[in-house]
């Protein structure tokens, strides 16, 4: 049975998206899955948060409608600096929202969750991790920019952890 999973790296600024689908039932490998897309949706820093956090709402709600995805996975929020952290914890409210607009009840994955299912390591660095979402999808090169190969990686490990 084929499953369209799609990948969320969010953010205020840049949030990163993968879709993968796939197909298979044999447990904890990333055997079977292969990108559809992937890319990301920016909001430009001098414009003011409210508009951001609408161009956040309308991109995702169209990725949504487009892809038609089966299963919905994010990364976990992640405290570094309190003021970036305070923005993103927005855009993730507005990514909440847009998600229950459509029924789709996110499954979440923290930064170390991410790592360990793609490398087998939980404090893998990122160019391990992207190398591996490389390979394991059978990419020809790393996947740019960041945010969207690690959005790919949130939906590889959906799949890896199916």
């Not at 994010?74 to 229950?100: C, D, H, P, S, W």
């Not at 029924?103 to 591996?132: C, H, R, W």
């Amino acid at each position: 049975m084929k499953q369209r999973i799609l990948g969320l790296d969010p953010g205020l600024a840049i949030l990163g998206f993968g879709v993968i689908d796939g197909m298979g039932t044999s447990a904890t490998t990333a055997a079977g899955a292969e990108v559809v897309d992937f890319g990301v949706v920016e909001t430009p820093a001098k414009t003011p948060v409210g508009d951001r956090l609408c161009t956040l709402h309308d991109d995702l709600h169209s990725l949504i409608t487009q892809f038609k995805p089966d299963r919905v996975a994010l990364e976990k929020l992640f405290f570094y600096r309190m003021g970036n952290t305070i923005l993103v914890a927005q855009a993730r409210g507005v990514i909440m929202l847009v998600l229950a607009q459509h029924q789709l009840l996110p499954v979440e994955f923290t930064p170390a969750q991410i790592k360990q299912a793609l490398t087998g390591y939980g404090n893998a660095d990122k160019a391990m991790v992207q190398e591996s979402v490389m390979r394991e999808l059978g990419l020809p090169k790393i996947p740019k920019p960041d945010d969207a190969a690690d959005g790919l990686a949130v939906a590889l490990t959906a799949w890896v952890q199916r």
